[in-house]
């Protein structure tokens, strides 16, 4: 019989697997318990992109939110990879890597980001968070993340060019 551990090891590569295959939304929520009060939130400014910073709640907040990424954003080359567990608390922290681009300008850009799942017993996520690169999502939302990428704004300088 599989650990409390492999259990939810096997639950969030089954989640992560259907994020990056594309899966309905409809797949994605299969994934999400129906027993327990659930939602989703993904870090950031509210200011920022419509999915940040704030709280989804529900099966229908939950629903909402993958709505407005599908709307929003077009993904590839999803991977995930490092999972961290936490058997007793059951959560897992697993981070991911891929191409993101923000459907009305078609900029994209590569993103590390990291999800943390809160599971019931069922291993169903109850709590699902997000931390990924707001300010390029941001960028890319305004149609500017290319202009900043190819010019100076915001690189460190060296000591060697500290004086120029």
């Not at 129906?34 to 999915?51: D, S």
């Not at 629903?63 to 990879?81: H, V, W």
Request: a negative charge.
């Amino acid at each position: 019989m599989a650990s409390t551990r492999q259990k939810l090891v096997q639950a969030t590569q089954r989640f992560c697997d259907a994020f990056a295959d594309k899966a309905d939304i409809s797949a994605i929520l299969s994934h999400f318990s129906q027993k327990e009060n659930i939602n989703a939130y993904e870090h950031g400014n509210q200011a920022l992109a419509p999915f940040l910073g704030r709280f989804f709640e529900g099966m229908e907040g939950v629903r909402n939110y993958f709505e407005i990424i599908g709307s929003l954003l077009a993904y590839e080359d999803i991977r995930f990879g490092v999972f961290i567990v936490d058997a007793e608390e059951r959560k897992v922290a697993v981070r991911g890597w891929g191409e993101f681009t923000w459907l009305e300008t078609g900029e994209s850009w590569h993103e590390v980001f990291a999800y943390m799942l809160d599971f019931d017993e069922e291993e169903k996520i109850k709590r699902y968070q997000v931390w990924a690169d707001s300010g390029a999502a941001y960028l890319a939302r305004i149609g500017k993340l290319k202009e900043v990428e190819e010019g100076d704004h915001g690189r460190v300088r060296s000591r060697e060019n500290a004086s120029d």
